[in-house]
T-cell receptor, first 113, second 116 residues
Framework: LAKTTQPISMDSYEGQEVNITCSHN???????ITWYQQFPSQGPRFIIQ???TKVTNEVASLFIPADRKSSTLSLPRVSLSDTAVYYC??????????????FGKGTTLSVSS | DAMVIQNPRYQVTQFGKPVTLSCSQT?????MYWYQQKSSQAPKLLFH???????NEADTPDNFQSRRPNTSFCFLDIRSPGLGDAAMYLC???????????????FGQGTRLTVV
């Protein structure tokens, strides 16, 4: 199981771009990288998933270097409502039916005005 | 429309009294998960189902059991709740894709369990 390491917390201001980096040095060849967002008293919400290079959707971008040992979630122009905990997940053994989604400690992002 | 529904949202149970939490889904996903989340901690996976195949995490206490009678429903049974079992319990679903890769997981709103 690939272990992930993220900063415990980050602070930002409204309108800034925020980049959260996740380390996953022992990522397996078939593992995908997935990011979730969680607000207090709610279940996590899927943000983005990728395997290599760059993935972009309406919410965020995900940058993955060639060695795939890390990934960076980029949130453009954050607002106060982006204050949340962000989790980086790396897929469990893909040959086992039913991928176990294991959450690491996550990064608490605080956005101020 | 809610796709993963957990009932109840809040549950109070007595120390040692069995309690069951329920989860239903309208997504027809083949994988269902149960997580325990305590204050200021990450969700901790208790177990998950791939269809009817049950996968228990190694450190999940025997006090926690689960049932999945059909695709849509999944239950978490806590046989003898202790004070340390007070937490938010989250249910999630996903559809495993090619090579076993989990696609987007959808979470319910959670059930907050209080043990008195």
């Amino acid at each position: 199981l690939a272990k992930t390491t993220q900063p415990i917390s980050m602070d930002s201001y409204e309108g800034q771009e925020v980049n959260i980096t996740c380390s996953h040095n022992n990522i397996a060849t078939n593992d995908y990288i997935t990011w979730y967002q969680q607000f207090p008293s709610q279940g996590p919400r899927f943000i983005i998933q990728g395997y290599k290079t760059k993935v972009t959707n309406e919410v965020a971008s995900l940058f993955i270097p060639a060695d795939r040992k890390s990934s960076t979630l980029s949130l453009p122009r954050v607002s106060l409502s982006d204050t949340a905990v962000y989790y980086c997940l790396v897929g469990d053994n893909p040959n086992q039916a039913g991928t176990a989604l294991i959450f690491g400690k996550g990064t608490t992002l605080s956005v101020s005005s | 429309d809610a796709m993963v529904i957990q009932n109840p949202r809040y549950q109070v149970t007595q120390f040692g009294k069995p309690v069951t939490l329920s989860c239903s889904q309208t997504l027809n996903h083949n994988v269902m998960y149960w997580y325990q989340q305590k204050s200021s901690q990450a969700p901790k996976l208790l177990f998950h189902y791939y269809d009817k195949d049950f996968n228990n995490e190694a450190d999940t206490p025997d006090n926690f059991q689960s049932r999945r009678p059909n695709t849509s429903f999944c239950f978490l049974d806590i046989r003898s709740p202790g004070l340390g079992d007070a937490a938010m319990y989250l249910c999630a679903t996903s559809r495993d894709g090619t090579g076993g890769r989990a696609t987007e997981a959808f979470f319910g709103q959670g059930t907050r369990l209080t043990v008195v």
